[in-house]
């Protein structure tokens, strides 16, 4: 079964930093291109970031550039988004997908709370 | 960024109902498009890809059309399991984006 366990998440406060990750079970990590996708109450659904196989190919969405980076250890099954600078309006449940245009499956997603 | 428009951003309906959806594109994206369906507390589920090839595992009672900037999600039969949140999202050109969602729920 195709598997996707975010973790990570937490309460920081404006510009800290959080580190997320996602452990992939269920299929081989090095053939997908995996995605960070995150749901906010001011912007809905909203994609963050995404990753080719081989992790030659990177892209943000423009809130997350220069702050957010996105990398893979495929030898170990897990991807993971360094956040820096945060902001409150960065407040909202992070998922991880598998894919890279669209998205299916996702994990259960990871709560983060940016507040003072 | 392109922009996802859908309609209506809430309806009701029956059991045994035929529901349709619809999200348009501020720009053409040919066919370059996914419908998720979303339950509270829980991740959104792939449905549709490619503006109409159904997901692995999804039941043939939804199906999804269209091709440019205008595209409907249909649900046919109404099941109790279906009453979500769907959103549709552009995978045509960076950012990525989805519409605001339309929710589901019982009349």
């Known amino acids: 079964e195709v598997q996707l366990v975010e973790s990570g998440g937490g309460l920081v406060q404006p510009g800290g930093s959080l580190r997320l990750s996602c452990a992939a079970s269920g299929f081989t990590l090095s053939t997908y291109w995996m995605s960070w996708v995150r749901q906010t109450s001011g912007k809905g659904l909203e994609w963050v970031a995404n990753?080719?196989?081989?992790?030659?190919?990177?892209y943000y969405v423009d809130s997350a550039k220069g702050r957010f980076t996105i990398s893979r250890d495929n030898a170990n099954n897990s991807l993971y988004l360094q956040m820096n600078s945060l902001r409150v309006e960065d407040t909202g449940v992070y998922y991880c997908?598998?894919?890279?245009?669209?998205?299916?499956?996702w994990g259960q997603g990871t709560l983060v709370t940016v507040s003072s | 960024a392109i922009r996802m428009t859908q309609s209506p951003s809430s309806l009701s309906a029956s059991t045994g109902d035929r529901v349709t959806i619809t999200c348009r594109a501020s720009q053409g994206i040919s066919n370059r498009l996914a419908w998720y369906q979303q339950k509270p507390g829980k991740a959104p589920k792939l449905l549709i890809y490619?503006?109409?090839s159904l997901q692995s595992g999804v039941p043939s009672r939804f199906s999804g059309s269209g091709s440019g900037t205008d595209f409907t999600l249909t649900i046919n039969y109404l099941q109790s399991e279906d009453f979500a949140t769907y959103f549709c999202q552009q995978c045509y050109s960076y950012p990525l984006t989805f519409g605001g969602g339309t929710k589901v729920d019982i009349k």
């Open positions: 490619g503006a109409s």
């Open positions: 990753i080719k196989e081989d992790g030659s190919e990177k």
């Open positions: 997908a598998r894919g890279g245009l669209d998205w299916g499956p």
